[in-house]
């Protein structure tokens, strides 16, 4: 079974400055999805970046983008010009490709609190 | 436009009580759906998925049941409600490409 690790629980950074957040995946399969899920205060789940694990670029949107080094089974969040809207908590979730649509789940990792200080 | 719907938002029952909680797909077809249970604001657990209607297969064993009467609906029940039920459970559906779809998830709270 596919197992997501987030191994920073919380993290604090200041207005303005970069944050890594750190995602290890265990996985025996070749195709899968790696996906990086915002969750604000209001508990809504917001896609935040996406990457297909048979692409070698990095996957970037806007201020965020992703370190994916599938060898290592290692897929950071890294978040630029960080802003007070970014605090929430962020869960690494990892999707294979195998087998019928419906087995295709998303497995969490178990999130990171990021809080983002003024 | 795709869009889900969850609802209620907030739930306070007591122990023993029934409970539903709906969710419904609009703008797709033969959506594939997913109930997670989130506990104490940490990681989201798969309770059951749905790749059809009335096919529902369960991810783990507990007091709650799935069931998805029409092709867009997809409902969460229990006969009964324990304390331990208590949690923020959040429907999803696959997208093409994008992964999941969340809905905006309800809080239930068991007393």
């Known amino acids: 079974a596919q197992t997501v690790t987030q191994s920073q629980p919380e993290m604090s950074v200041q207005e303005a400055e970069t944050v890594t957040l750190s995602c290890t995946y265990d996985?025996?399969?070749?195709?899968?999805?790696l996906f990086w899920y915002k969750q604000p205060p209001s508990r809504q789940m917001i896609l935040v970046i996406r990457q297909e694990a048979y692409k070698q670029q990095n996957a970037t949107e806007n201020r965020f983008s992703v370190n994916f080094q599938k060898a290592a089974k290692s897929f950071s969040l890294k978040i630029s010009d960080s802003q007070l809207g970014d605090t929430a908590m962020y869960f690494c979730a990892f999707m294979n490709l195998l087998g019928i649509q419906g087995a295709q789940k998303l497995v969490f990792g178990q999130g990171t609190r990021l809080t983002i200080n003024p | 436009s795709q869009t889900i719907h969850q609802w209620p938002a907030t739930l306070v029952q007591p122990v023993g009580s029934p409970l539903s909680l709906e969710c419904t797909v609009e703008g797709t077809s033969n959506p594939n759906l997913y109930w997670y249970r989130q506990a104490a604001g940490r990681g989201l657990q798969l309770l059951f998925y749905?790749?059809?209607?009335?096919?529902i297969s369960s991810e783990v064993p507990q007091n709650l049941s799935a069931s998805r009467p029409q092709d867009r609906q997809f409902i969460l029940s229990s006969k009964k409600l324990l304390l331990s039920d208590s949690g923020f459970y959040l429907c999803?559906?696959?997208?093409?490409?994008?992964?999941?779809?969340f809905g905006s998830g309800t809080r239930l709270t068991v007393v």
């Open positions: 996985t025996s399969e070749n195709n899968y999805y």
């Open positions: 999803a559906w696959r997208t093409p490409a994008y992964g999941y779809t």
């Open positions: 749905s790749v059809g209607i009335g096919q």
